[in-house]
């Protein structure tokens, strides 16, 4: 049986309401896996005795694992190439900037360094960009906003 990811509310709640345990610890569950990624269920405190064979038995923290990461040569842009759990492939960018960079109505710029993150919202692509593999110029999928958290 293919592990869920925790991440997917709909089913999570689900599994808690058929097993008799309260959903509303899926928030605290949520929240201690995105502080500690690597944690097994064992280590989330205050939850029901029967929750933990139940996450054991069907859920993981996370679902998706990082393939590759490609920086820019002056290293202002970073390309993350993500594994999802049902063998696809999307990329995320983070583009790093300084915004005080510039003047803006003649004026320097108010600001500082910040970072963009851009999220592919679809697995492959027709664009067929010279840059990206032949194999991925198919789309495969697009993701709703439920879809890109779950992932």
């Not at 759990?85 to 960079?101: A, C, K, P, W």
Request: charged share 20%.
């Amino acid at each position: 049986m293919t592990l869920r990811s925790i991440f997917d509310g709909e089913i999570i709640r689900t599994e808690f309401d058929k097993a008799g345990i309260n959903s509303h610890f899926v928030h605290s569950i949520w929240k201690y896996v995105i502080e500690n990624p690597n944690c097994e269920w064992e280590e989330i405190p205050s939850l029901p005795s029967a929750a933990y064979p139940l996450l054991r038995s069907k859920f993981k923290p996370l679902t998706s694992t990082l393939h590759s990461v490609t920086n820019s040569t002056d290293h202002v842009t970073t390309k993350l190439l993500i594994n999802l759990q049902n063998g696809g492939f999307v990329e995320t960018v983070i583009m790093r900037y300084d915004s005080r960079l510039g003047k803006y109505a003649g004026k320097p710029r108010p600001g500082g360094l910040r970072s963009t993150l851009c999220i592919s919202s679809q697995v492959g692509c027709k664009m067929g960009c010279k840059f990206v593999p032949p194999e991925q110029w198919d789309l495969k999928a697009i993701f709703l906003p439920v879809k890109l958290w779950n992932n």
